[in-house]
């Protein structure tokens, strides 16, 4: 993706924590989201930082430090089901304008 | 719920061949997107409207063009399909500004042979 990183992918153990990393070109900056994509299917969205600190949303929280253009997902007690992609996205350009990293593959082992 | 539906899942081309991929929302979303999802490349956009008959380019508009007559529908035209168009492509919608995530379509993988 332009301007936005991501780990291409990860293992983690069902049961465990797992944190994905994004760092971001910090000019412009309007919002970060978060989206789960499985294999075949449509991107979901998970979650949107505007604001610097930790949203939890479940097993799902997500943390923005915007003078470091940092941002990270942190899933918890991760199941089988959470086996896919999870793309950062950032709000660039204008409201409209949503640039994606190339995503981060988890593959949750028993 | 909250739905986009993309007309074809499926979609096999011959080059040179004009193409359409139709795009429909139920949301009265302003804003609607087309990207195009490649291995290695992510997702990228290729043209977004924001309102009924208005269009931007977005990062890849070459070989693309774009038609949104009616708020609910966005299409995307292949001119002139060519191989490296063969792709997913993915329609989304999303309400105004701000905290507002985009809804996706299921995708459209097209082959162009």
């Known amino acids: 993706g332009q301007n936005i990183d991501q780990p291409t992918e990860m293992t983690a153990t069902e049961g465990a924590i797992v944190q994905i990393n994004c760092t971001y070109q910090t000019s412009g900056f309007n919002g970060l989201f978060w989206y789960q994509q499985h294999a075949g299917e449509a991107p979901t969205f998970l979650s949107y930082?505007?604001?610097?600190g930790l949203e939890e949303k479940g097993r799902f929280s997500s943390f923005l430090s915007r003078s470091k253009g940092y941002s990270y997902l942190l899933l918890k007690e991760l199941q089988m089901k959470d086996s896919a992609s999870y793309l950062c996205?950032?709000?660039?350009?204008?409201?409209?304008?949503?640039?994606f990293g190339i995503g981060t593959k988890l593959q949750v082992i028993p | 719920d909250v739905k986009v539906t993309q007309s074809s899942r499926y979609l096999v081309k011959r080059t040179g061949e004009k193409v359409f991929l139709e795009c429909v929302q139920d949301m009265d979303h302003e804003n609607m997107f087309w990207y195009r999802q490649d291995p290695g490349l992510g997702l990228r956009l290729i043209y977004f409207s924001y309102d009924v008959k208005m269009k931007e380019k977005g990062d890849i508009p070459e070989g693309y063009s774009v038609s949104r007559e009616k708020k609910e529908r966005f299409s995307l035209i292949l001119e002139s399909a060519s191989t490296n168009q063969t792709s997913m492509y993915l329609c989304a919608s999303r309400a105004g500004r701000g905290a507002y995530g985009y809804t996706f379509g299921s995708g459209t993988r097209l082959t162009v042979v």
């Open positions: 930082n505007v604001l610097d």
């Open positions: 996205a950032w709000n660039s350009g204008g409201y409209q304008k949503v640039t």
